[in-house]
């Protein structure tokens, strides 16, 4: 099993609607969720990538937090019963009211390794869970399995392997889906109400976490979908080789977070230097600072909207509260606790709320989110680019 990183800021599943819709981009598809560090103490080193889902809705606080005694208790007792101590030490964490708390199995911890550098075993589908269990295709990748396989989003997925997923969590469905690469899986699938039955064979996959695309007037569009491992620095590449003059835009729409170091690199290529965030691990509080030499003289303006979450968030809130970047979009997600992750003795792993983390004004933003400084619920880009545009008069 990969080494326990001592520190995580992880999404869950996000209602929207009437919609569980997946914050873990596809367990079945790419990585991202969250931030981690290493279990020594140095803040600047990344750990590991891990991130699930969970049934609670946006919004509400997230102090609570489960024993760790009395979840270690429940998984060995139940394991020395030949019960699942996976299910007992859930169990625990879900009476708790720990809103982000949750307990993986060996197989299911140790496949995040791959996600670290954007990649993963499985057939390249995203996923969604609907308020009645129904679980849907949300998204396919191109060139993938699922893609291959003629899937589209709106498919509802019935079974894996003959093994029904309804009712299932989303995390149930990712264990099912995922499997070492060239091996086969049968998918039973029901597309406006009929059935079909697909066999697609596993493969490597990977998504580019960073694009980039230059408009017109030469204003640099900078795409963030995940801050998996390299992400900071290609944005920090991408800074560099923008127009001389031209404006920026750091799209963060959608990003469900990642590694917390990768975050703070993305944030040093607009900074020099300073605070990015504060976060504190049961009442002992730690500080996050930007590497120095960023570009702090082009015009820059963020995108941001329901879907920006954790390290994403962390970004945000430091570019607005040290006035580098307007912010346009809609409200953020509203994901600033940390979780630390605990081995159990039957080799399960639970993570537990242990504490927050802080803009550098000091606003928490678990349970509240980011309000941008302009909102836009739908032509957000041209909305951004007028702003930019301004801004770029008025130098």
């Known amino acids: 099993m990969p080494g326990l990183p001592a520190l995580c800021l992880r999404p869950r599943d996000l209602r929207r609607g009437a919609a569980l819709t997946l914050a873990f981009l596809a367990a079945v598809g790419t990585a991202a969720g969250t931030g981690c560090w290493d279990r020594a103490d140095a803040v600047d080193t990344a750990g590991v990538l891990v991130t699930r889902t969970h049934d609670g809705p946006p919004g509400a606080p997230g102090a609570a937090t489960a024993d760790r ?9 139940a394991a020395a019963e030949g019960k699942s101590g996976k299910k007992a ?7 708790s009211g720990d809103r982000w708390g949750m307990v993986y199995d060996q197989n299911e911890y140790a496949a995040f390794a791959e996600d670290l550098d954007g990649r993963w075993t499985g057939v390249g589908l995203w996923a969604e869970r609907r308020a009645d269990g129904r679980i849907e295709v949300d998204r396919v990748q191109p060139g993938s399995p699922a893609s291959r396989a003629g899937l589209r989003a709106g498919d509802r997925l019935l079974s894996v392997d003959g093994q029904g997923v309804t009712g299932r969590s989303v995390a149930d469905v990712v264990a099912l889906l995922r499997g070492r690469a060239d091996t086969p899986v049968v998918l039973g699938l029901s597309r406006a109400g009929a059935g079909l039955t697909e066999t697609v064979r596993r493969q490597q996959l990977r998504v580019d976490p960073v694009t980039v695309r230059r408009l017109a007037d030469g204003v640099t569009v900078i ?7 390299g992400s900071g620095e290609r944005v920090r590449a991408a800074v560099r080789a923008a127009p001389p003059g031209a404006g920026l835009m750091l799209d963060l729409r959608g990003n469900p977070g990642g590694l917390v170091t990768e975050a703070v690199t993305a944030a040093s290529a607009f900074l020099d230097g300073g605070l990015v965030a504060t976060y504190d691990v049961r009442g002992a509080e730690r500080a996050l600072y930007a590497e120095p030499g960023g570009d702090t003289a082009r015009p820059l303006v963020a995108l941001v909207d329901g879907g920006t979450m954790s390290a994403a968030e962390l970004v945000t809130g430091a570019l607005q509260d040290r006035g580098r970047a307007v912010t346009v979009g809609s409200r953020t997600f509203g994901k600033g606790s940390v979780q630390m992750p605990t081995e159990l003795p039957d080799g399960s792993v639970a993570e537990l709320t242990v504490g927050t983390y802080r803009t550098p004004a000091g606003r928490s933003l678990d349970g509240s989110g980011i309000d941008p400084d302009l909102s836009a619920a739908e032509g957000t880009e041209e909305r951004a680019h007028k702003v930019l545009g301004g801004l770029r008069v008025g130098r």
Not at 69 to 77: D, I, P, T
Not at 223 to 229: E, I, L, W, Y
């Open 69 to 77: 005694e009395a979840v270690a208790r429940a998984a060995a007792e």
């Open 89 to 95: 030490a859930q169990d625990v964490v879900s009476r």
């Open 223 to 229: 795409k963030v979908a995940s801050f998996t491992r």
